[in-house]
């Protein structure tokens, strides 16, 4: 066997000082060259002492142990600020084992606990400039080539002291020019810059928006003072040349490893969408957990659910959706199905990383407060009109949705959320609540078609007694699982007439709805529309992150850099490449690739045990190879196209 790679500690691949806020951390690698049958772990104060015989914190001793994942530590008291270093060997059937990995170093942070949930800190990155041109009116006009949260660095050389010079920063560009007056949220500042005799780097004071720094808006830790979002600079009253290394936009970024994850076909457009809501999901990162975007930095659990899944897409990346599960437990918001979110996230969290330590820990609240059983009637439906439904936002992108006390919509989520719980309480153990909250979902869903499915129209109405047929009451529906064999042809049909009458958020339903029902041509047409309501759009309107909607027609105050609005970053990963798992922690793994029209799909999906690699090609008989690579120990079923 070769050494182990790809070490975790709690979850994290980079955790640099101070990250760790469990007491008893558990460790994680990747065996190479055959299946693990055992494994050896040191624990030591210096990288040196990692020796079984100089080992003073914790030699665990050769364990009978197939999983190579969540290991506790189980040595001597960790300290908090101490810097520790760990590596680990593995067994195959022979006695001899491999080398030692290479050393990961961590270190407690100072409110580390026993329930601590770990996770990295964002960090200043530095991006020179893509290209520096004089515009039209004599003026310096900066492109960086990419939207990012963060300030602008410049190095300038003066004369004397007290010559000022203006500086323009926005998301929104006019003819070479920073467009200060962008309409909506779109973000823009312009401020004085005083400079000093001599050659100098100055950091650009932006102005600090109130709504975004105060209230219940994430706090940015003070050393990083005021972080806006910006991809053009414009320099006024500077005379003199000016180099891209002048010019620096520092990013605010969670770490981030761009080489974890790629995706290429036969269709640009789609590659181009993929990059696109890739980077989406790595910039919106700078708070150290999912906010809405710029205008509120607030999480929002629908919001932070479609981020999450976009993040275990692009990134070994596991801690910051926990992180930001966690704080939305404490700090819920007001949708109706943003609570039923909750439970979305914490089995998402389980599927991703096979760890069950945050379930249990936040198990009694979900079954408390995420999942309306006390709103159930005889039939097994909520009635939720003292609520705040939402369906959809902004609500102009409902497609006329019928608001009913008895609610179609948040009935499919309540259907779901049951079907959820019966996993998470069997993942625990706890078998009477699991048996519990089958009989519920079963009694749900029965009703569920009988009083929602529209026989004569044969689709989904919008609630109890409604005669209105919105594209969203079909889709979650088909999304969830609920709809009969029966029906499953006409409901698909009707959810096709509609095209994309629904959100950036709701998106993410229909996309999956139409590959779990086989209509993959449509989906990836979806996905590659030119429409006004497409990613196209927004990338012809200059955008690098994904807005909160489709177009400013349609929520004129919109963020220009909103995670939600980036699905594709998890539905090409999961359905086009087709990568899912059949067990939590990816144990056993689905390869079922639905390139659709496409002749060639290929790419890296990253998992908790190592990277998946797919490619999967249509000859021209129109015979599809299916090419695939999992990590050792991982068992895949493939289902060719």
Not at 120 to 147: E, R
Request: proline fraction near 6%; aromatic fraction near 10%.
């Amino acid at each position: 066997m070769r050494a182990p790679i790809g070490l975790l500690c709690d979850l994290l691949s980079r955790p640099e000082p101070d990250a760790i806020q469990n007491t008893r951390p558990t460790f994680g690698w990747i065996p190479q060259g055959g299946i693990q049958t055992a494994c050896q772990v040191l624990v030591a104060t210096a990288a040196e002492r990692l020796t079984e015989a100089n080992a003073d914190c914790w030699n665990s001793g050769k364990l009978a142990r197939a999983e190579s994942l969540h290991l506790t530590y189980a040595g001597k008291p960790l300290a908090p600020h101490n810097t520790y270093y760990w590596c680990v060997r593995t067994w195959a059937d022979s006695e001899t084992p491999s080398p030692w990995s290479e050393p990961q170093s961590f270190s407690l942070a100072a409110d580390a606990h026993a329930d601590g949930t770990s996770r990295h800190h964002v960090q200043p990155l530095h991006y020179i400039a893509q290209t520096i041109s004089p515009n039209d009116a004599g003026y310096w006009f900066i492109d960086f080539g990419k939207h990012a949260f963060g300030w602008l660095e410049l190095t300038l050389t003066a004369a004397s002291d007290g010559q000022a010079i203006e500086v323009r920063l926005g998301e929104k560009a006019d003819h070479h020019a920073v467009d200060l007056h962008p309409g909506g949220t779109i973000r823009s500042a312009c401020v004085s810059l005083t400079l000093r005799a001599g050659r100098h780097t100055y950091r650009v004071e932006t102005p600090r928006d109130e709504r975004n720094t105060s209230g219940d808006a994430v706090l940015l830790p003070p050393e990083f003072g005021i972080v806006m979002p910006f991809r053009y600079a414009e320099l006024r009253g500077y005379a003199k040349d000016l180099a891209p290394a002048d010019c620096v936009q520092v990013r605010l970024e969670y770490p981030f490893d761009e080489t974890a994850s790629s995706f290429a076909s036969s269709d640009p457009a789609l590659d181009a969408v993929w990059e696109f809501c890739k980077y989406s999901i790595r910039a919106t990162t700078f708070c150290g957990v999912y906010v809405d975007g710029d205008r509120e930095r607030i999480p929002y659990e629908a919001d932070a659910y479609i981020n999450q899944l976009g993040h275990y897409a692009v990134d070994r990346e596991f801690a910051l959706a926990r992180h930001t599960h966690e704080y939305l437990l404490k700090k819920p918001t007001w949708p109706t199905e943003w609570k039923q979110h909750s439970v979305m996230m914490a089995w998402a969290d389980y599927e991703a990383t096979g760890d069950a330590r945050s379930l249990a820990r936040h198990y009694d609240l979900l079954r408390r407060e995420k999942i309306y059983l006390d709103r159930a009637r005889a039939d097994g439906l909520i009635a939720t009109s003292d609520l705040r439904d939402i369906v959809d936002w902004p609500p102009s992108e409902r497609d006329g949705y019928d608001f009913r006390p008895v609610n179609t919509v948040v009935n499919a989520f309540h259907c779901h959320t049951l079907t959820l719980m019966t996993r998470i309480a069997q993942a625990l153990g706890k078998d009477a609540d699991a048996a519990a909250f089958s009989a519920a979902g079963k009694l749900a869903r029965d009703s569920f078609n009988r009083v929602f499915f529209d026989e004569a129209a044969g689709c989904y109405r919008d609630g109890e007694d409604s005669s209105h047929h919105s594209l969203h009451a079909s889709a979650f529906a088909l999304a969830f699982g609920l709809v009969p064999d029966a029906h499953r042809a006409t409901v698909v049909n009707f959810i096709k007439s509609r095209g994309m009458a629904c959100s950036v958020y709701a998106v993410q339903y229909l996309l999956e709805a139409l590959f779990l029902a086989g209509e993959m041509d449509y989906a990836i047409a979806l996905m590659t529309s030119s429409d006004q309501r497409s990613w196209h759009n927004m990338l012809c309107q200059g955008a690098t992150i994904s807005w909160e909607a489709w177009d400013n027609v349609f929520k004129p105050n919109q963020d220009w850099n909103h995670a939600w609005g980036a699905a594709p970053a998890n539905i090409i990963p999961r359905f086009v490449l087709g990568v899912r798992p059949l067990e939590p922690g990816y144990r056993k793994v689905l390869i079922a690739p639905q390139p659709g029209p496409l002749a060639q799909v290929q790419g890296v999906v990253p998992t908790i045990r190592g990277p998946i690699r797919v490619k999967a090609t249509r000859a021209s008989d129109g015979r599809w190879q299916v090419d695939y690579e999992v990590p050792v120990g991982v068992i895949a079923e493939v289902v060719l196209p």
